[in-house]
């Protein structure tokens, strides 16, 4: 698992996550064609970018002739997930009802159809669950 320091994601990163799972992989210079310019950034910048978000390990990258074409090695559902975790283990101190009452609160102001979605994703972990672990 990550940890909370090594995932802290950058504005740039989170850009290049977004592109990247938006369009595929892709080599530096495409990313820098998709999202740097228009940001008036360097290749250069895009490419520190591109490597940081390899090393801590959330693209994989391939070398294809002179240059490397990254790809996401996490999908988006996952890294919140582990991000998510991440905090609330910090942040909750083993006291898993603040947690869960904190998030149905942020649910809540999400908008007036959170609550209803989250009504609903409950009951379909719970139909899964009794699929996957039949009595």
């Given at each position: ?23 595929g992989a892709m080599d ?12 008036g950034i360097s290749l ?55 947690l869960l009452s904190t ?33």
């Amino acid at each position: 698992m990550l940890s909370i320091r090594s995932s802290y994601l950058g504005e740039l990163e989170i850009a290049v996550l977004e592109y990247l799972w938006s369009e595929g992989a892709m080599d530096a210079k495409d990313v820098h064609q998709g999202i740097g310019t228009q940001r008036g950034i360097s290749l250069n910048t895009v490419q520190s970018a591109l490597e940081r978000l390899y090393r801590k390990k959330l693209l994989s990258r391939e070398k294809v002739r002179h240059a490397y074409v990254y790809a996401p090695a996490v999908r988006r559902e996952e890294l919140m997930a582990q991000l998510m975790g991440q905090v609330a283990h910090v942040l909750s101190a083993g006291k898993g009802y603040d947690l869960l009452s904190t998030f149905v609160d942020f649910a809540a102001r999400v908008d007036e159809h959170s609550l209803d979605r989250l009504e609903q994703l409950i009951a379909e972990r719970r139909r899964q669950q009794q699929e996957d672990d039949p009595p």
